[in-house]
């Protein structure tokens, strides 16, 4: 099985940021199947830099790109697509809709995942910038009654992403994590980005919650698509919401 991992980073982001990469690729092995293969496919070094996803007039173009390498992934012969942002609902919808091969974004596996093994779950995340982001993300899937917080770390994407004093930056979030179950009574606490890669496991040691982890979430639930997909034909639905446009092809080949 070959599973394409779209993330909104660029190309040069990988030497910019090995540490991060690092974790990333340690995060996606330690769950993944012996007999998966996961590709991580960034974007474009023309497109803005990835500490800039926080903003809301970026977001159009790394979503741009984003579809453009899930396409690009069902054309090299993938057979799943993980969409690698927590807060890339329109490109989750935008992928599900120009893919024949199944796609599912990290957040929502993430948000699902929390929602089988607890009655209700907080969130963790950057700051309040990206805290507005995640409020957007539990609004949009009616999942105010179950989420009973987002806690942010006080923390700068560019900080975790660059690794630097990443002590210092897990005990921020160990922090919140612990407020998170012991004030807002949280049964499970979810690491609501790609850019925690690697935290998970150190949350783990520290609080009694379970810890659900985005990137792990996200890898596991396409593995489950792709099963589907091979043995019951079983993916996104065309019927309505992800049903393409006939010209569908000629566009992405002209825009994307």
Known sequence: ?????VFPGRDVDKKNNPSFFRSLEATIDSVKRPE?????????????EET???YWYVHPLMFSGLVAAAKHAEEEGFDAVIVG?????????????VLDIPAVGVGESALLLAQVIGQNFSLLTYDNKIAAWIDRLVYERHLQDVCVSVRPANISLGEMMARGAIEKIYKKVLAQ??????VDRAEVVVNASTGFAGLADYLRK?????????????????EMLADLK?????????????????NAAKIIKQYF
């Open 177 to 182: 994590a612990k407020l998170a179950v012991s």
């Open 230 to 246: 091979k043995s019951k034909n079983l993916y996104q639905s065309k019927v309505a919401a992800y049903k393409p446009s006939p």
């Open 1 to 5: 099985m070959r599973l394409a991992f």
């Open 85 to 97: 942002c927590v807060g890339a609902t329109d490109a989750e919808y935008a992928i599900k809709e």
């Open 36 to 48: 998966t293969s996961v590709e991580i496919l960034t974007l474009p070094d023309s497109l803005p």
């Open 206 to 222: 520290h609080i009694d919650a379970p810890v659900v982890d985005a990137v792990e979430a996200g890898v596991k639930f396409a």
């Open 52 to 54: 800039e996803m926080a």
